[in-house]
Structures are given as structure tokens and as C-alpha cells.
DNA sequence: TTTTAAACGATAATAATTCTCTTATAATAA
DNA sequence: TTATTATAAGAGAATTATTATCGTTTAAAA
């Protein structure tokens, strides 16, 4: 992704345009594999040697906040970032950090069906994320 | 649940019975709300003062590790519990902490025709876990 | 170009969790 | 029942991810 639509995307939300931000965000995209803010520091320090780890947590908190990343679920206590924010499904494997998005709008079709029909009570339900837990296996 | 069928569950899984042990494993399936380590301590600590939240982080990892709980995904640095360890689904309140169990058969059953008609290439499915986010609206 | 509110960087602080090491105890054998 | 031994518990230090502080810099509006 060209680093103008990155701007764009910030400016939208009102959000001050700088390079680190610029750069945080081309890397959450680029490393698409929801990254910790550790990775991203890894991956934005070949091209941007100074910046600071406060400032990538600053920066993706305010991502976050302006909804141009999520904060993805995991069982471990370091967090993990999703440059994906239409709602979509995860692939968590079982054996290794390895997370991967899965989009089905059969799937999604199928289950805003099921819970029109089924309400929970008292509850009004605003996002449906899958969990889908398992190995890859090796072919051949 | 009595402390002879917590014991029993310890046993089962080759793990010695202390009354450590009891009281946390008591702790999280009478706190059935996902609690974290700190309100296990909190909980047990009326009980049994002497505790040190070392035993309850090691005795957590035991439990883990031989499947008497879980661990719950939370997009918080706070890892929470769960004494439940059949598969079942969450619910997150998308204002507060508060995460609920949800159980469906029929849902399950749903899921499980979908993924057998429509697999994952070069994946086995272990689990499917729903997060349901959403607010709890108040009735009346 | 000037101004200024906001962002950055460095480092200290915090908080959850893990580690280390000594003492205590549950389970097993005698 | 008592002795033995491997394992667990307890206390506190260490670690690690994240957050806060604060002086300096900078993006963007005037």
C-alpha cells in the first residue's frame, strides 16, 4: 500500500499525519499476519532506525481507537494487531503463533440467519468473530 | 461441587491433591464468570490467607496444562479462566469485562455439517469457538 | 512564516507473570 | 504408622510487556 493512501486513511480520522504513523501502519498491513507491537518495531527499524517503542504502543492505541487496526484475542499475554477491520474469522493453529484470516460470507450469511431467528435475550449482538482452532497438516 | 470430586478430577489427571490445588480449582468453577488470577487469589484468600499468588500462577499453569481449565482469549493483558473445559462459546460485553458462557446445540450442530461440506485446505479442525460481541440492553 | 497543539523519543514506572530457592508436605514404601 | 522422597508451596526478586512522564520536535492551521 502506497504510503498516500496510508495518509489518507489517517486524515479521514482526523488523525495528525507523520511519518512513524505512516510507518506503523504500512507495517501492520505489510507484516499481515497480525504482528506484536515487537515485530513492528523489528520490521519499521530497517527503514526508520530511531523510532521509539513508546511511540509505536502510542501510535497503535491510537489505531486502534480510530478503528484502522483491531486488537486481536489471544491466549498470550502479548497482544497482537489485525490491519483487517472488516469482520472476518481466525485460523488460530494450535501448535504455533501462527493466526491466519479466514472470510466466508456463506459462513457469515449463514450465521446472521441463525441468530435472527435465535436471539440471545437482552442482548443485542454487534459482531460475530469465528475461532477456529487446529493444525495444519502436511501434504505429501 | 465438594472437595472430593475436586479431588477426584486432580487424581484422574495424575496430579497431586493439596489444598492449594482444591481451593483454586474450587475458586474458578464457583466464580463461573472467567475470573483472572487476582480474583482467584482475592476469592480463595478468605479461606486460606496464606496463599501466595506464586502457587495460585503455578497451580493455573498445572490445571492448563492437564485440562481441568482453560485459558480464555481476551484482547486484555489480563488473562482470565475458565472452569469449563467442554467447547462452548462466548459472549463479550462490549462495555465492560464481563464475558458469559453460550451453549447451542443446534448452533453447534450448524457448524459442524458447514465445515464437513466446506473444508479448510490442509487444515484439521479441532475446535470452532464463537465470539459473540455485542451490549446487553436493559429491558424495561 | 509563525504559532501551537499534538506527537515523538528516551527513560522511568507499573503491573502481570515467571523465576529462584528454601521449606513444607503429599504420596509411596517399609 | 513412620520414614523417605519427589514434588509443591511460599516469599520475594526478576522479567517482560505496556504505560506514563516530560522535555523536545514537528505537522498543520493561521
Redesign the pocket.
Known sequence: MKAEEI?RK??DKK???????IA?LEAIINLNNHP???NIVEYIRKN?P?????????????LVDSRLIKKVKTER????YDGVVESHHHIYCSDSDRIEDFNDNELNELLEKYFEKKKIPDFKIEDIKLQIIGKYIKTK
Open positions: 495518509s489517517l486524515i488523525l495528525k499525519v507523520t511519518p512513524q504513523r506503523i506484536t507491537a515487537e526508520h530511531n523510532i521509539s517503542v513508546a511511540t509505536v504502543y502510542k501510535v497503535l492505541d491510537a499475554d502479548i497482544m497482537r
